[in-house]
Every structure is written in structure tokens, then in C-alpha cells.
């Protein structure tokens, strides 16, 4: 026996799919938009690089002398476990362009030669940021 269906019953099953497509887009574009986000970075505070910063996860970083625009100076990073991080360096309320530099093994840590631009407008402030896929850390620091 064949049931026919009346046009209530066809207009109420096309809004209720309607409906669902639209709650299943809606749920698509929430996750994609949540599952991803970095955390919130945790600022640290370091007097002297030079002498070496430890980090909230035990890692120490040291550079090999004083930063100065132009001019190559080492960072190294002893971490004890896991994965070197990006790092990146910017300045506040300044595009600086693209300074991210990566960390290549060395020893029991991991080392980079960096060099940064010189600000148009002199300012020697900078702020590194550590990035890891579960945190990241930021420093600030000046240069010469």
C-alpha cells in the first residue's frame, strides 16, 4: 500500500532539512574556527639574555651577546624534551616585516643566527615570541 504524502507534510520535511543543513554548517564553521587557536601567550620577563632566561617550561634561552640591528647574534635554546618552537620577531606597534627564524639542532638544544632590521624610526624594542603548537612566550628585549 502507497502512502502520498500531502504538501504540509513535503513542506515540513524540506524545512526540517533545511534546518539541519543549516545547524550542520553552523557546528562546521564553529570547529574549524576553535580548533586551532594558539594559546594565550604567556609573557616572561628576562633581565639579561645574555646570562640566560629560563622559561616557564624549564627551557633556557641565551643569546650570544647584546642584539644589535644589521648585525648577526646568536640565540641558542636548551629545552629538555619535545620540539624546537618558531620564533618570531616583531615590534610593537610597528610592521617590521617577516622575521621568523627557525632553530636548527645543536648539542642538547637548538641554535639560530639571527639578524634584525633597523627601525626607520630608531626604536631599539623588541618582542621575541616562542611559539609552540600547545603554548607560546614572549619576550621583550632591546637592542643597540
Known amino acids: 500500500m502507497k502512502t502520498k504524502l500531502t504538501r504540509q507534510q513535503l513542506a515540513l520535511i ?6 539541519f543543513a543549516l545547524l550542520k554548517a553552523g557546528l ?5 574556527g576553535h580548533k586551532n587557536q594558539p ?4 609573557t616572561v620577563s628576562c633581565q639579561n639574555l645574555q646570562a640566560g632566561c ?9 643569546l650570544d651577546r647584546q642584539p644589535q640591528a644589521a648585525q648577526p647574534f646568536g640565540l641558542s635554546l636548551q629545552r ?3 620540539s624546537a618552537p618558531a620564533i618570531e620577531f616583531s615590534m610593537r606597534d610597528m610592521d617590521m616585516g617577516f622575521n621568523r627564524y627557525k632553530l636548527l639542532p645543536q648539542g642538547d638544544g637548538w641554535r ?4 634584525l632590521p633597523v627601525c626607520v ?9 616562542l611559539k609552540y603548537p600547545d603554548k607560546s612566550y614572549l619576550i621583550d628585549f632591546s637592542t643597540r
Open 28 to 32: 562546521i564553521w564553529w570547529y574549524l
Open 54 to 62: 629560563t622559561l616557564p617550561d624549564g627551557s633556557v634561552l641565551t
Open 14 to 19: 524540506a524545512v526540517l532539512l533545511i534546518a
Open 121 to 129: 624610526t630608531g626604536s631599539h624594542q623588541w618582542q621575541m615570541a
Open 80 to 82: 629538555l624534551n619535545g
Open 112 to 115: 639560530a643566527s639571527i639578524i
Open 39 to 42: 594559546a594565550a601567550a604567556v
